[in-house]
C-alpha cells in the first residue's frame, strides 16, 4: 500500500429532496494516527448504489423520521469493498494492512446490549452506527469503519461483486432464511428482476427452492428464466389472475413469497400467492407511508399466515452470503460506472431503468 494522502475523492450531497445532487469533490481523509480506537481505514475500490442510498440522497424517507445526519458530512454509500489502508492498534490482532474488507450498512454495534449478545440479531442494537447515515458512507475512496465490525472478503469474490453484497446480496439471502421455505417448496419472489429481486431468485434456488419469479414483459422473463433459473415466470403485465395462476402452478399456493417491489400493488400480492401456513417477507420500502403489509385478520387467521419482515442481515449473514459467490452459485448482474455516475443512477433507478445493481470503481 502506498502513503495515505491528506484528500481523496467523495461523492457528497448537496441540495435536498429530488433535486438534491451528489457530484465528486475532495475531502480530508483521517489518517493512521488519527484513527479513533478499534476503527481502520478502508481503501474503496468499487462501491454499490442501493436503492436506500437514492431514498437518503433524496429525503424519500422524510415522512418516516428518516434523514442523513449531519455526521455523515454528505457523503451517502454502504456497499464498499477494497483494502485495509491503516489499521489502529486495538484491532492489528484482527486486520493488517492489506487485508480485503468490506463496509456495511451496520459499521458498528455495541456489542453489550441484549441484541448484541443473545447471538442472533445484533441488528437491533440501539447504539448502531450506519454507513451514509449516521457516519460517512462508501461513496469516498478512504472510509472509516469499526473493525470489530468490518466484513473479511473471501477468495473468488471480486470488489466489484462484494460491494453489492454487503448490503443487497446479503437482504436477498436473509429475506429467504426469513421465509422459512425448505428445500423443494414453492417460493414467489415479487419484482424477481430487480436489483434485490435477481439476487433473491439466485439464493433461493441455491438454497433448493422452487422459484416462482413475478416481474414484467419479456425481458425480465428472459433473465428470470435463462439467467437466474427461476423455474417459472409470472408476467404481472400479461396475467389477471396471478394468486388463480399461482395456485394452478402449486396446486395450494407458495410456500413463500417475498415482496422486493417496492410498491402497493406488490404488498398487496405477497400474502394472496400463499398456500394455509405460508409465509410473507416484507423487504421492499415503499415512500408511500398508506402502504400496509398485510391481509385482513379473517384471511390471516383462518390460513394460518405468516407476515414477517427482514432488513440487511448480520454479521454472519454477510459472510454465508459471500460465500455463495465464492463457490459460484450467485452473481450480480452489474452496471458499472464511476463516482460521478451517482446522480446519473439514481435517475436511472427511479425511472426504473438501472439493470441488475449499480456499481461504482473509485480512483
Request: contains cysteine; proline residues 5%; hydrophobic residues 40%.
Amino acid at each position: 500500500m502506498g502513503s495515505i494522502p491528506q484528500e481523496a475523492p467523495a461523492s457528497v450531497k448537496q441540495g435536498e429532496g429530488h433535486d438534491a445532487r451528489a457530484p465528486v469533490k475532495n475531502v480530508k481523509v483521517v489518517q493512521a494516527a488519527d484513527l479513533p480506537p478499534g476503527h481502520i481505514l478502508a481503501k474503496i475500490n468499487w462501491t454499490g448504489l442501493c436503492a436506500s442510498d437514492k431514498s437518503l440522497l433524496h429525503d424519500d424517507w422524510v415522512g418516516f423520521g428518516f434523514k442523513m445526519m449531519d455526521a455523515t458530512n454528505g457523503i451517502a454509500g454502504h456497499e464498499g469493498a477494497g483494502t485495509v489502508a491503516a489499521v489502529h492498534p486495538d484491532v492489528a490482532d484482527i486486520w493488517k494492512v492489506g487485508d480485503r474488507v468490506g463496509v456495511k450498512w451496520v459499521v458498528s454495534v455495541c456489542r453489550n446490549c441484549e441484541f448484541c449478545t443473545n447471538g442472533h440479531d445484533e441488528l437491533h442494537c440501539a447504539q448502531q452506527k450506519n454507513s451514509g447515515f449516521s457516519v460517512p458512507g462508501t461513496f469516498q475512496q478512504y472510509c472509516v469503519t469499526d473493525g470489530r465490525y468490518a466484513t473479511r472478503i473471501p477468495e473468488g469474490v471480486t470488489d466489484e461483486e462484494a460491494g453489492p453484497i454487503m448490503c443487497g446480496g446479503v437482504t436477498a439471502y436473509t429475506a429467504c432464511k426469513r421465509s422459512a421455505v425448505k428445500p423443494g417448496q414453492w417460493m414467489v419472489v415479487i419484482g424477481a428482476g430487480g436489483g434485490l429481486g435477481h439476487f433473491g431468485v439466485q439464493y433461493a434456488v441455491a438454497m433448493g427452492m422452487r422459484v416462482i419469479a413475478v416481474d414484467g414483459g419479456d425481458e425480465k422473463r428472459k433473465l428470470c428464466l435463462d439467467q437466474l433459473k427461476a423455474e417459472k415466470y409470472v408476467d404481472f403485465t400479461q396475467v389477471k389472475d396471478i394468486p388463480a395462476h399461482i395456485k394452478e402452478i402449486t396446486t395450494y399456493g407458495a410456500h413463500g413469497s417475498i415482496v422486493f417491489a417496492a410498491s402497493k400493488e406488490g404488498y398487496a400480492l405477497g400474502p394472496q400467492v400463499l398456500r394455509p401456513g405460508g409465509t410473507m417477507v416484507a423487504v421492499g420500502l415503499p415512500q408511500d407511508t398508506s402502504v400496509m403489509a398485510g391481509v385482513p385478520p379473517l384471511q390471516l387467521a383462518l390460513n394460518k399466515l405468516n407476515i414477517v419482515g427482514s432488513v440487511t442481515g448480520t454479521l454472519k449473514d454477510v459472510e454465508e452470503a459471500l460465500e455463495f459467490t465464492a463457490r459460484g452459485l450467485v452473481h450480480p448482474i452489474l452496471t458499472k460506472g464511476t463516482l460521478h455516475d451517482v446522480d446519473k443512477f439514481c435517475e436511472l433507478m427511479i425511472a426504473g431503468k438501472l439493470p441488475g445493481r449499480a456499481v461504482m470503481k473509485i480512483e
